[in-house]
């Protein structure tokens, strides 16, 4: 069982930065692969970043490399997505997840959701 909860979305004009917290209690942190969802309305959830136990390995979805930096600190227990060169397409509500594996993290099976952020990107 673990709990998420995501902070620092907001408004930002196109071409500037944010950056994404996402709080994880109830289990060890350290043990889950962590990843990022977002979701616009009207479309389907979107697989946006993951990074491994330590660290070590991450994957980004094309739409996001270049721009979108996510990593963790497991003694903090928490998990952030920075976001630089910010477009409008990337106006969504932002997901963090958790799972206990890493095969396949694009994968939207994740075990574990937090309630979502918003983010809006406007032109």
């Known amino acids: 069982q673990v709990q998420l909860v995501e902070s620092g979305g907001g408004l930002v004009q196109a071409g500037g930065s944010l950056r994404l917290s996402c709080a994880a209690s109830?289990?060890?942190?350290?043990?889950?692969?962590m990843g990022w969802f977002r979701q616009a309305p009207g479309k389907e959830r979107e697989f946006v970043a993951a990074?491994?136990?330590?660290?070590?390995?991450?994957n980004y979805a094309d739409s996001v490399k270049g721009r979108f930096t996510i990593s963790r600190d497991n003694a903090k227990n928490t998990l952030y997505l920075q976001m630089n060169s910010l477009k409008p397409e990337d106006t969504a509500v932002y997901y963090c997840?958790?799972?206990?594996?890493?095969?396949?993290?694009?994968?939207?099976?994740?075990?574990?959701w937090g309630q979502g952020t918003q983010v809006t990107v406007s032109s």
């Open positions: 109830g289990r060890t942190f350290s043990s889950y692969v």
């Open positions: 990074i491994s136990w330590s660290g070590g390995r991450t």
């Open positions: 997840a958790g799972r206990s594996t890493w095969p396949r993290p694009e994968s939207s099976k994740y075990d574990y």
